[in-house]
């Protein structure tokens, strides 16, 4: 997944490119917030609404990784977003 370098996902992880586990059947096509993160074939994978303190939506399934440092940084970024 490439993700937009002017997020707050990227602010998050601080990578460009992460593997995820997207195993959707259906994809977002259209919305008003900022598409930030794309897999290979183009379906998007982030959304965010910067007019937000934290407002993160990820189409992966990042509570199956926890093991993963990528979702434990996405998971740890959300609930200190609570105590800011």
């Known amino acids: 997944m490439k993700i937009e370098k002017n997020s707050k ?46 407002f993160i939506g990820v189409q992966w399934h990042p509570e199956s990784l926890l093991s993963d440092k990528y979702s434990s940084m996405l998971f740890d970024a959300f609930v200190e977003s609570l105590f800011i």
């Open 9 to 54: 996902l990227y602010k998050i992880l601080g990578e460009e490119k992460i593997e995820v586990n997207s195993k959707h059947r259906k994809c977002i096509k259209e919305t008003r917030l900022d598409y930030v993160a794309y897999s290979e074939d183009g379906i998007i994978e982030a959304l965010e609404d910067k007019t937000k303190k934290f």
